[in-house]
Nanobody
Framework: QVQLVESGGGLVQAGGSLRLSCTASGRTFSTYPMGWFRQAPGKEREFVTT????????YYADSVKGRFTISRDNAKNTVYLQMNSLKPEDTAVYYCAAADRFPLTTTLNYVYWGQGTQVTVSS
């Protein structure tokens, strides 16, 4: 069992930056690929980015490529999402999740989810 807790959300102006953190309980965190998803009001939850268990491989949605960076520190049981050059369309609740199947771009293959953290980007 893995419990995930996100933090770091907030209100930021367009062009600004935020760093989200997701801390996991349990000793098996380092074995899970991790992902970040987001959900805007009235929309489906969408894939943002993923990182493999070692942290060596990452993959991004086209909408955030070049602006967002995912990383992890397995010693701290934490995965991060650095968000730069934020846009109003990035406004959403951001969720971290741990995957137990592939591919890593669909919510269906993630078994553990955090409660989410709100990110609001003002224009």
């Amino acid at each position: 069992q893995v419990q995930l807790v996100e933090s770091g959300g907030g209100l930021v102006q367009a062009g600004g930056s935020l760093r989200l953190s997701c801390t996991a309980s349990g000793r098996t965190f380092s074995t899970y690929p991790m992902g970040w998803f987001r959900q805007a009001p009235g929309k489906e939850r969408e894939f943002v980015t993923t990182i493999n268990s070692s942290g060596r491989r990452t993959y991004y949605a086209d909408s955030v490529k070049g602006r967002f960076t995912i990383s992890r520190d397995n010693a701290k049981n934490t995965v991060y999402l650095q968000m730069n050059s934020l846009k109003p369309e990035d406004t959403a609740v951001y969720y971290c999740a741990a995957a137990d199947r592939f591919p890593l771009t669909t919510t269906l293959n993630y078994v553990y989810w955090g409660q989410g953290t709100q990110v609001t980007v003002s224009s």
